[in-house]
């Protein structure tokens, strides 16, 4: 294993420098995948046909809303490679005392976070469960001496590292913002992930 190497392995923050992501907002949020693999599905005739792995990510953003009270869904779309969304934090919770501990689990990084884990771990179920129904099935004759394909599969990274986001501050931004969501699929040939 590589050692740490502050001159090689720095990551420079990409978020805005002092702002406080667990205020009240709206915020446009991109997220891809590791290496921008397509694994949600395809996009046919301009729409977004979800594969079993898009359809997890799409319910588990649903799902978002429900476990945080202070989190509303606007537009979002799940592509082949990434993931749009509009996301508002309807008022801040915790602790607002300046110098005092504050928990980071109520900011936009936590909810990325969450939803990250809560995919992951949900496809990963999905992959075990699929080869444990192939082995009752019969599918397998014999007990299998080697990890199959499927277990295999549970080595692979779903989302990279970190995610975009953007601080919605008006209207027309979130109008544009919200319009590009809707007809990513539609631009999908355009989109700067297309080709990856």
């Known amino acids: ?10 990551r420079r923050s990409i978020r805005l420098q002092g702002y ?3 205020q009240e907002g709206l915020y446009f949020i991109t997220i891809c995948c590791q290496d921008r693999t397509h694994l949600f599905g395809e996009i046919v005739d301009g729409k977004m046909i979800l ?21 509303v869904l606007y537009d979002f779309v799940v592509m082949p490679n990434h993931f749009h969304s509009i996301l508002k934090i309807t008022f801040q919770k915790g ?16 909810i990325i976070r969450g939803y990250k884990i809560a995919t992951i771990k949900k496809i990963k179920d999905f992959i075990l469960f699929s080869e444990r129904a192939n082995i009752s099935t019969g599918e ?7 990890p199959t394909e499927k277990i295999k599969e549970l080595d692979f990274k779903i989302w990279q590292r970190n995610y975009y986001e953007h601080i919605i501050r008006n209207e027309e931004a979130y109008e544009r ?12 040939n355009e989109d700067k992930f297309y080709g990856i």
């Open 1 to 10: 294993m590589n050692k740490y190497n502050p001159q090689k392995h720095h």
């Open 95 to 110: 602790n607002n005392e300046i110098g005092k501990f504050q928990s980071p689990s109520q900011t936009v990084g936590a």
């Open 140 to 146: 397998l004759q014999f007990a299998p001496t080697a």
């Open 20 to 22: 406080d992501y667990s």
């Open 51 to 71: 594969n079993s792995y898009g359809e997890i990510a799409q319910k588990e953003w649903q799902n978002t809303s429900a476990i945080r009270d202070n989190v």
């Open 177 to 188: 913002i919200s319009d590009y969501i809707r007809d990513n699929p539609k631009r999908w």
